[in-house]
């Protein structure tokens, strides 16, 4: 078992909704490219505006990604705000500070604020990488801090198959996934709320709470 | 004697504290100190021996570097108000240590959980505090100082007790104490959740008692931090300069039974200089009087810009910008925002973009533009309010480029101190109504004809997703491909080059209207460049493979070059012969044209080496890939979907050796051709009659779901002669202007009756209510229906011309 395993099965009790379920044989032969300290990916590009990407044609199902389409269909049949972030990001405290996953939740949490729970559920997958046993400590607080212990969230190993199912190229990156299990945007960087609310608006089926 | 015990013993650990601290800053550096309140003893402070309270940190006086680490998933009660000041490069930090939840202060009813005063250099994160009264975290100071450098991050302030009776008071409040010289300075919020609280901020910064100037030289920055259940304010700057408000959400704040503190708003700032608030949500503003809104540039400030916002379901307006006191507000901005369904309970008519002067108060410099805005108001108001201000001295004062979507039909009630132009105005219901200086119009016609507006539109916007009215937040803010918003705003000088969603302007000839710039052409390619993998695989993400012979294996990615960072194309070839279809289905296509391209190179000789489309409603077509040790283009144009999908690939039937390669695939939607700008002006309510003379287009249908039948002499407005473009919803006639003339803006140029003078040869169109009818003149005209017939009888009509530029 690597070290990556026994990371995640450790948090697999700590946190309550992380998959961790054996993977595949032919996917415990891939490499999972993580690099000492480091993402699998870089932070995208866009520091101040989303970028819509087509990358994903609308209507695309998720369904044939592999574990991450069993663990999302755990959350129910809803539609699924589903994050890839990089918990390792600090505030620099400077004027000019990178940090987009941080910005990015807080816009995600309004957004889980606007909407009923049993049509939306917010779901997030942690891209930072797995390298030192630190991290745990790190994640418990990251979602101790940010509202997010009841949230299911992709840790490690199986954090980083989500990854490469759903082709992620950069953190943060968003999928809004219907009740269908088809994914109906995905966002690159930083996405404001009102780009979420458009995509989900156009959705249909998915109420806000009531005013 | 008890008692008189554990007096001495405090005093004992007090000293034993004050030891270990002199000891540990013997050494000239910085030192840690631990608190952890689960503990039943008392310690001095170490990692080994924390102490096991507040007082005791805050009896103290500490160095530069020194940081107070309370542990997590640990209560402390009382205030922490440690003693001492940081210096540049060393500031004093309280944090947290440990995993699990934020250490929380339980300050009940002291006045701060967590408190400072004429101190500088702190830092502040990852610490929860519960209660206190009238504050949650207070940094403040009383003397001719400046108090410089505070960084609160991480921070959960919330359940502050009291209720309001100054404003000086919630949940993070960073200001100098009332009527003292003090200045705050070099200032970052990042990441508090602040809430619940009956006093009167969320979190505030304030830089100076006076307003002029703003003395402080660092920048204020609240950013990435949540502010909600607030009996006042949310997020404010005052007296600042270089403040940057962005990436915060502020919702259901001004829950105040009265307004004897004030009237709140969401996020805003007041006798701020150089000022952006940016990036923000604002929602479910409250107030118990006036105001209520979500963003607002207020009295005495300076060049202050709010961009990039969304603010929706507020009580009050989105945008106000306030002159009051005597005092000018300069240089405000106000662009590419969106606002949605505001003006949720407004007795003061406010409106959605709010400008007001009082108390000889004054603005110089106004411009509002790009901003797209669903004004859905609970009382009948405008959603541009501009009435009976000072907007006065050298600078703009304009509102252009917007976009107002109309619930009710009212769009603006402004004088005419504030120039109006490149609008798009759409009515869901009702007459549109404009009153501007002195002037009252129910008709885009008439509007346009009093000169008001010279390249005004009335138009649906045709913005994606049109929403529904009124249960549900109105969210449609993109443009569709044959939005009559699309390059027909006009260039400002202190535009920034990009629109609310990030995307480049102009896209087009010119800038759209509204906060979404149209992108033409999105690619629909999922995995166009083959770099999802991360690494050479086969049947690359997104595509599939297919093979005759079962050689899917034949189609894999392949790097361009070794190195840290490798980039990727998708490759034919193996060393046999093979027949291999890397292909992708692309569905939910909307019917159109569209255009197929990828960058190829081949080594030749394969018996088929192809991009092909099929599967799309018409014939399969393909495109040779020629042979070429270097990359070509390919193209395959005007692709006609009518399936609703398409299916796009490389095809190659092969001998062993011979190979392919394609990268960067593009699959986009042609633009359709602009149709002709038509405005559509009211005719009659479904059920009536529309009444016109002559070939008209006319319109049927409501909430962005129409027909279009070009009809003479008029008709009856029903389902029987349209179809029924949208079940169950009450619709409506409107006439149009598209067949005949050509796509250009009218400028008045005589009553009817008079004479339209002009030199050259000029087309005329003369009419009224979107009823027109078009001859060409040369040397001027009469006006009248002698020379062109009559367009709207028993109507008064004019003659236009063409304008020729904006």
């Known amino acids: ?211 | 004697m008890r008692i008189s015990s554990i007096a001495v013993e405090r005093r004992l650990r007090f000293a034993l504290a004050i030891v270990a601290v002199l000891v540990l800053h013997s050494k000239a550096y910085a030192a840690d100190f631990y608190v952890d309140c689960s503990l039943l003893t008392d310690g001095v402070g170490t990692a080994d021996a924390p102490w096991n309270n507040l007082a005791t940190p805050s009896a103290l006086t500490f160095m530069p570097g020194d940081v107070i680490a309370l542990k997590r998933g640990t209560t402390c009660v009382g205030m922490l108000a440690p003693l001492g000041s940081g210096e540049p490069g060393a500031p004093i930090t309280i944090g947290a240590y440990g995993s699990g939840g934020r250490p929380v202060i339980v300050a009940a009813e002291r006045p701060a959980a967590v408190a400072l005063f004429n101190q500088t250099h702190w830092a502040i994160r990852d610490v929860e505090t519960n209660g206190g009264n009238p504050h949650g975290l207070h940094i403040s100071g009383d003397t001719a100082a400046t108090l410089s450098y505070f960084r609160i991050s991480n921070v959960s302030v919330h359940d502050v007790g009291g209720v309001a009776t100054t404003k000086q008071s919630g949940l993070i409040d960073i200001s100098p104490a009332p009527g003292a010289a003090t200045v705050v300075d070099d200032v970052v919020i990042d990441g508090a959740t602040v809430f619940n609280t009956e006093q009167w901020k969320g979190i505030h910064v304030g830089c100076a008692n006076g307003v002029f100037p703003a003395r402080n030289p660092g920048r204020i920055i609240i950013r990435n931090s949540r502010a909600s259940n607030i009996a006042g304010d949310g997020i404010t700057i005052y007296a600042c300069s270089n403040g940057l408000i962005e990436n915060n959400v502020s919702y259901d704040i001004g829950t105040a039974s009265t307004a004897a503190v004030g009237t709140p708003n969401a996020i805003w700032t007041w006798a701020c200089a150089d000022c952006v608030v940016q990036f923000n949500e604002g929602f479910r503003s409250h107030s118990p009087a006036r105001d209520g809104g979500i963003f607002d540039i207020d009295w005495g400030s300076s060049r202050t810009t709010v961009q990039y916002n969304y603010g929706h379901d507020a009580d009050g307006y989105c945008v106000a910008i306030f002159g009051a006191w005597g005092l000018v507000t300069t240089n405000s901005i106000v662009r590419y925002n969106i606002c949605a369904n505001n003006g949720r309970s407004d007795p003061y008519l406010q409106g959605d973009i709010y400008l007001k002067t009082w108390d000889g108060g004054w603005l110089d410099g106004v411009e509002i533009y790009n901003n797209t805005i669903y004004w859905n108001p609970a009382a009948p108001s405008s959603a541009l309010v501009n009435r009976e201000n000072s907007l006065v001295g050298t600078g703009p004062h304009f509102f252009k480029n917007n976009i107002i979507v109309s619930s009710t039909g009212a769009f603006v009630s402004a004088d005419d101190n504030l120039t109006l132009d490149h609008n798009l105005y759409w009515a869901l219901d009702g007459a549109p109504v404009w009153e501007y200086g002195s002037g009252w119009w129910n008709s885009f016609t008439s509007f346009q004809s009093a000169a008001v507006e010279a390249h005004g539109l009335y138009a649906d916007p045709l913005l994606t997703n049109t929403p529904d009215l009124p249960d549900r937040p109105l969210t449609a803010f993109t443009l569709r491909p044959d939005s009559p918003a699309i390059d027909r705003g006009v260039t400002i000088s202190s535009m920034t080059g990009h629109d609310f969603f990030g995307v480049l302007t102009p896209q087009g000839n010119a800038v759209d209207i509204g906060a979404s710039e149209y992108e033409p052409a999105m690619n629909l390619i999922v995995n166009p460049s083959f770099e999802f993998d991360l690494g050479t695989v086969q049947t690359p993400y997104g595509w599939s493979t297919w093979s005759s012979a079962g050689q899917d294996y034949a189609d894999y990615t392949q790097a361009y070059a070794d190195g840290d960072s490798p980039t990727y194309y998708g490759a034919h070839g193996v060393p046999h012969s093979y027949d291999v279809f890397t292909y992708q289905v692309l569905p939910g296509l909307a019917a159109g044209s569209y255009q197929l391209t990828a960058w190829v190179k081949s080594s030749g000789g394969q018996s088929v080496a192809w991009m092909e489309v099929n599967a799309y409603g018409g014939a399969k077509r393909t495109v040779t890939i020629p042979a070429s040790s270097t990359w070509t283009r390919v193209t395959l144009s005007d692709i006609a979907v009518a399936a609703g999908q398409a299916r796009v690939g490389f095809y190659s039937i092969a001998e062993a050796g011979q190979w392919l390669a394609f990268d960067d695939v593009s699959f986009t939607r042609a633009a359709p051709p602009m149709p002709p700008p038509t405005d559509w002006t009211f005719c009659a309510p479904e059920g009536g009659v529309c009444a016109f003379t002559g070939t008209m287009e006319v319109r049927y249908g409501a909430t962005g779901s129409f027909f279009v039948k070009t009809l003479t002499n008029g008709t009856a407005c029903t389902n029987a002669v349209f179809g029924d473009p949208a079940p169950g919803t009450p619709k409506q006639c409107a006439i149009g202007t598209l067949s005949t003339p050509p796509p250009m803006d009218w400028t008045f140029c005589a009553p009817e009756g008079g004479v339209c003078a002009f030199n050259g040869t000029i087309q005329v169109r003369y009419g009224a209510n979107g009823s027109f009818f078009f001859k060409t003149f040369t040397e001027g005209t009469a006006c009248t229906n002698q020379v062109f017939g009559d367009p709207a009888p028993d109507v008064a009509k004019s003659c236009s011309l063409p304008l020729t530029g904006p």
């Open chain 1, 1 to 211: 078992m690597t070290l990556l395993a026994k990371l995640s099965g450790t948090l697999s009790i700590v946190l309550p909704l992380v998959f961790s379920a054996p993977l595949p044989a032919a996917a415990q032969a891939e490499r999972i490219p993580i690099v000492a300290g480091g993402l699998l990916t870089g932070s995208c590009s866009t520091q101040t505006s989303v970028s819509v990407t087509a990358a994903v044609t609308p209507g695309h199902s998720i369904a044939d990604s592999g574990a991450t389409s069993k663990w999302l269909s755990a959350i129910g049949s809803k539609a699924v705000l589903l994050s890839f972030i990089d918990t390792s990001e600090q505030s620099t405290n400077g004027p000019d500070n990178p940090d987009m996953s941080r910005r990015l939740l807080v816009f995600i949490r309004s957004v889980r604020t606007q909407h009923s729970t049993d049509a939306l559920a917010v779901a997030l997958v942690d891209g930072s990488g797995w390298s030192k046993s630190e991290d745990v400590e790190r994640l418990v607080n990251f979602r101790s801090d940010n509202g997010l212990v009841d949230t299911p969230m992709l840790v490690g190993a199986d954090g980083m198959r989500a990854m490469r199912e759903l082709g992620v190229r950069c953190l943060p990156t968003t999928f809004l996934v219907d009740r269908d299990a088809r994914i109906t945007a995905r966002w690159e960087g930083l996405v404001l709320p009102a780009t979420i609310a458009n995509a989900i608006a156009a959705q249909g089926h998915v109420r806000e709470v009531a005013r």
